[in-house]
């Protein structure tokens, strides 16, 4: 059966981890001769900007002896309303994954159901599985296994809040959720992450001895006819100094980038020692390196 990567629950706690320990594992070794994906090729369907997503997938392939397309709605006949079925088809005829980045999960579902190779999301309405994958790596690499641990999401409970949520059933962590009212996170996925997740009143109760602290923009791609709406609803939301000595003096800030200095963070928390964005984005590469050989049956028995 082909697996698919379309919100990180789809994996389980055992996958999950095994990845993010395979991740680790690849970036520690480096090898240049371990080249799994030779002769493969990754299609990379993009309907919304980046760069972390483009450039990890794009690179990562290439490393590992594969090939990557990036392929833009607008220079593809998907931009001309060609149909996903279709799309999906004719591309995993020709090639050995796809990553698509859009607005709707459920086109995402829809291209799945007719790909005969796995398709990964990279980002969604809904959903940032591999964005996860790499920050649980950075969170093993830099404090040990989230196991047992608190995290605090302060912020707009949007696509990487989601599988934030995932990530707690999946890793065994505890999420306290701090969002304006109207910007919550989805209760279905809520609900689903069970008592693991908490959803609290204000920013400083979710950030009190955490482990590790997240925040995200408060403007999504797609919603920029709202910033002026969220810059107010989210006031007093900043990832700021005083909010991060309410965490563990150890904690850890982690943000998926881009980021927006001066509004969801301070310059201060983002460049200052607590602040480990840098190794979160490398790992993007790692995560879906070992995501990929997983997906394609390829990950080496331990
Ligand atoms: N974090 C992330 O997905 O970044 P990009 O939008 O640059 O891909
Ligand atoms: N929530 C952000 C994440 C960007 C990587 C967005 O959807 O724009």
Redo the contacts with the bound molecule.
Sequence with gaps: MTRHLLKLSDLSAQEAQGIVERAIALKNSRDPAYRPFIGKTLAMLFTK??????VSFESGMVKFGGHALFLSANATQMGRDEPLRDTANVLSRMCDAIMIRNDSQADQEELARHSRVPVING?SNLH?PC?LLADMQVWTEHRGSPKGKTAAWIGDGNNVCHSFIEAAQLFDFKLKIASPKGYEPAQEIVRAGGSRIELVADAASAAAGADVVITDTWTSMGQEAETQRRLKAFAGYQVDDALMKRAKPEAIFLH???AHRGEEVSASVIDGPQSVIYDEAENRLWAQMALVEFLLGMTPKA
């Design positions: 900007s980046s760069t972390r997503t483009r980002l940032h964005q998926c980038l881009p």
